[in-house]
């Protein structure tokens, strides 16, 4: 069984803080990660995928395979940053196409 | 509409009522999915429909939840006979194909809240 862990349920930084938002996961094949955003009174967005190795909003994630993890990063945080954050999971090169999210953190920037 | 919509926006309802959600995907997505989002459950995959047919309903609460898909496009989610533990936001997603290399698209979800 696949399974995605968000350690932090709430994370607050100041305008201007670097952010990491911690996601690990336990899966026995190549998995495909993916970070989920969902700004409020918005619906849940697609944010970036590892296996497009891109920054997208100065955000980035890197895959790591001996650590089984998938942090989200950003080394300058901004307000409109604020919002849930789900990590999720699904595996790839397979049919398994269903993806399995984490409980998800809420990010709150302060100026 | 550009993106994946899905009605009623919120559904409040009595115990033992049946209820049917709908969800119209992205024109051209032939992949559907239905997640739950509750509260202290997080996000979890119910169903998945590749055009008209269902191979993966694994995430079916109980015989109570049922889904279908007409013309390869719109959805409908039934619930029978809810209960309160059914409250919950459920949300649609579509992607062009099935596989890892599309990513999904969400609707904005349905609230429903079983009195």
């Known amino acids: 069984a696949q399974r995605v862990t968000q350690p932090e349920k709430l994370l607050s930084v100041f305008k201007g803080a670097p952010v990491e938002l911690k996601c690990n996961y336990s899966y026995s094949g190549s998995p495909e990660l993916f970070w989920y955003v969902q700004y409020s009174r918005q619906r849940l967005q697609l944010l970036l995928r590892h296996i497009s190795r891109e920054s997208i909003k100065g955000f980035t994630a890197d895959l790591n395979k001996g650590e089984t993890s998938f942090h989200l990063k950003k080394p300058f945080a901004q307000e409109e940053d604020s919002a849930m954050y789900y990590c999720?999971?699904?595996?790839?090169?397979?049919?398994?196409?269903?993806?399995?999210f984490g409980a998800g953190t809420t990010v709150t920037v302060r100026a | 509409g550009a993106g994946v919509s899905q009605s009623p926006s919120n559904k409040v309802t009595e115990k033992g009522k049946d209820v049917e959600l709908r969800c119209d995907p992205i024109?051209?997505?032939?992949?559907l999915y239905w997640y739950r989002q509750s509260l202290g459950q997080g996000l979890e995959f119910l169903i998945y429909f590749q055009g008209n047919s269902a191979p993966d309903k694994s995430g079916l609460p109980s015989d109570r939840f049922s889904a279908e898909r007409t013309g390869g496009s719109v959805s409908t989610l039934t619930i029978q006979r809810t209960q309160q533990e059914d409250s919950a936001v459920y949300l649609c997603?579509?992607?062009?194909?099935?596989?890892?290399?599309?990513?999904?698209?969400f609707g904005d979800g349905t609230r429903l809240s079983i009195l």
């Open positions: 997603a579509s992607s062009l194909a099935q596989g890892n290399n599309q990513p999904q698209h």
């Open positions: 024109s051209g997505h032939t992949a």
């Open positions: 999720a999971l699904s595996h790839l090169s397979s049919n398994d196409y269903k993806l399995s």
